[in-house]
């Protein structure tokens, strides 16, 4: 079992950055696959970010390419997203998960976390 806690999203200007950080709970961190989705409403969430268990393979979102970084530090069981140059388009629930599949792209994802509220104002 894994246990995932977002926290750093906010209200923030166009042009400007955050950082989320997603704290997992469980011994076996290092051995997920972890993702950053977003979720607006009426769409289906989708998937921004997601970095392998060793963090040696990474994968973003075309939309995000360049300003978006994932990163993970398996000794503090903690997975991030630096997000710089934000749009209001990238106004969002965003929500991080683990999969235990080795994948990052086509993966079953199998634990969530309840999601942060990211907001750019133009």
């Known amino acids: 079992q894994v246990q995932l806690v977002e926290s750093g999203g906010g209200l923030v200007q166009a042009g400007g950055s955050l950082r989320l950080s997603c704290a997992a709970s469980?011994?076996?961190?290092?051995?997920?696959?972890m993702g950053w989705f977003r979720q607006t409403p009426g769409k289906e969430r989708a998937l921004v970010a997601g970095?392998?268990?060793?963090?040696?393979?990474?994968y973003y979102a075309e939309s995000v390419k360049g300003r978006f970084t994932i990163s993970r530090d398996n000794a503090k069981n903690t997975v991030y997203l630096q997000m710089n140059s934000l749009k209001p388009e990238d106004t969002a629930v965003y929500y991080c998960a683990a999969s235990s599949s080795g994948n990052i792209v086509i993966a079953r994802y199998d634990y969530w976390g309840q999601g942060t509220q990211v907001t750019v104002s133009s």
């Open positions: 469980g011994r076996t961190f290092s051995s997920y696959s």
């Open positions: 970095i392998s268990w060793s963090g040696g393979r990474t």
